[in-house]
Nanobody
Framework: QVQLVESGGGLVQAGGSLRLSCAASGRTFGSYTMGWFRQAPGKEREFVATISWSGYNIYYADSVKGRFTISRDNAKNTVYLQMNSLKPEDTAVYYC?????????????????WGQGTQVTVSS
C-alpha cells in the first residue's frame, strides 16, 4: 500500500514556474513507477509525465515536452514535477500516481495508487 500526497500547486502568471512534489509513504518507493497526470475542468484526466523506479526511463506528453521535468529522490520517497514556461492551458488539478514495476505507463488505469491532487492555475 502506498499513500501519496501532492504539494506545490498555486497561482502563477503565464511564463512562470512551479515545482510540484509528491511524497509517498511506504518502504518500497524505489520499486514503483511514478506518474503525473492532470485534469482540467470538464476534461478527462490526462498523462503528463512518468519516471521509472530507477529514474532512467522518462517520458512526457507532447504538450509539456521541453517545459516540464520529472525527477525522483528515492531516499526521500518523493517525486517532483518542475514546470517552466507555464501556459494558461496548463491550468488543472495535478495528480501523482504510482504502480509497482518498471515499464512505460501512460494511462490512468495502469496506475494503482493516486494522490488527492493539487491545483495549478496559470493566469494570462
Amino acid at each position: 500500500q502506498v499513500q501519496l500526497v501532492e504539494s506545490g500547486g498555486g497561482l502563477v502568471q503565464a511564463g512562470g514556474s512551479l515545482r510540484l512534489s509528491c511524497a509517498a509513504s511506504g518502504r518500497t518507493f524505489g520499486s514503483y513507477t511514478m506518474g503525473w497526470f492532470r485534469q482540467a475542468p470538464g476534461k478527462e484526466r490526462e498523462f503528463v509525465a512518468t519516471i521509472s523506479w530507477s529514474g532512467y526511463n522518462i517520458y512526457y506528453a507532447d504538450s509539456v515536452k521541453g517545459r516540464f521535468t520529472i525527477s525522483r529522490d528515492n531516499a526521500k520517497n518523493t517525486v517532483y514535477l518542475q514546470m517552466n514556461s507555464l501556459k494558461p492551458e496548463d491550468t488543472a488539478v495535478y495528480y501523482c500516481a504510482a504502480r509497482l514495476g518498471s515499464g512505460n505507463y501512460y494511462y490512468t488505469h495502469e496506475y494503482d495508487y493516486w494522490g488527492q491532487g493539487t491545483q495549478v492555475t496559470v493566469s494570462s
